[in-house]
């Protein structure tokens, strides 16, 4: 199974700032099969970003995603209100499906 | 506009039994596999089971495997968990989520059902 750790836990940020979310594999994600994904309290989560890098429709562009292998990043680039929230990191390209534990993004 | 309502959670005892349903709408539903996720109060997301479009590939995560049984029906666009021997960890949030048609993992997600495992 391939554990997916995040980092920080808790990033505390002000609106307009960028913000950088860590998730490291214990093994290389198959096919760059990575997501990203955002959760609101009392909400599902939102698909983000899909095969590392892919935005999903209707996400705004300053979201990307980055990386390969083992390490990956979350950018979010002029933080706004609605994008404080928690995320999580997803591997699909090995069985079974894992997520990383979630990084909480604060307002400073 | 694609729609997953999941129905079913509530409260029961430990060893008891619960059975999910996910009514779709919105999309071809039988071109689909279908996913549960499952959130514990305050804890993050993790996989179940996973059910392909004509249900001949079926996965599990290793701790649910022979306690939960995924199924579905393409004619009712549904889709269903039938969890049995419940325990107390099993208490979470049960979604329900679709692989995307062009996106290779989940891009809509039900609002979710809770399950409490209490005596």
């Known amino acids: 199974e391939i554990v997916l750790t995040q980092s920080p836990g808790t990033l505390s940020l002000s609106p307009g700032e960028r913000a950088t979310l860590s998730c490291r594999a214990s093994?290389?994600?198959?096919?760059?099969?990575l997501a990203w994904y955002q959760q609101k309290p009392g909400q599902p989560p939102r698909l983000l970003i899909y095969?590392?890098?892919s935005r999903a429709t209707g996400v705004p562009d300053r979201f990307s995603g980055s990386g390969s292998a083992t390490d990956f990043t979350l950018t979010i680039s002029g933080l706004e209100a609605e994008d404080f929230a928690v995320y999580y990191c997803?591997?699909?390209?090995?069985?079974?499906?894992?997520f990383g534990q979630g990084t909480r993004l604060d307002i400073k | 506009e694609v729609q997953l309502v999941e129905s079913g959670g509530g409260l029961v005892k430990p060893g008891g039994s619960l059975r999910l349903s996910c009514a779709a709408s919105?999309?071809?539903?039988?071109?689909?596999?279908m996913t549960w996720v499952r959130q514990a109060p305050g804890k993050g997301l993790e996989w179940i089971s996973s059910?392909?479009?004509?249900?001949?590939?079926?996965y599990y995560a290793d701790s649910m495997k022979g306690r939960f049984t995924i199924s579905r029906d393409n004619a009712k666009n549904s889709l269903y968990l039938q969890m049995n021997s419940l325990r107390a960890e099993d208490t979470a949030i049960y979604y329900c989520?679709?692989?995307?048609?062009?996106?290779?993992?989940?891009?809509?997600w039900g609002q979710g059902t809770l399950v409490t495992v209490s005596s």
């Open positions: 093994q290389s994600v198959s096919r760059s099969y």
């Open positions: 059910i392909s479009g004509n249900s001949n590939s079926i």
């Open positions: 989520t679709r692989r995307g048609i062009t996106v290779p993992t989940y891009d809509y």
């Open positions: 095969d590392v890098s």
């Open positions: 997803q591997q699909y390209g090995s069985a079974p499906i894992t």
């Open positions: 919105g999309f071809t539903f039988s071109s689909c596999s």
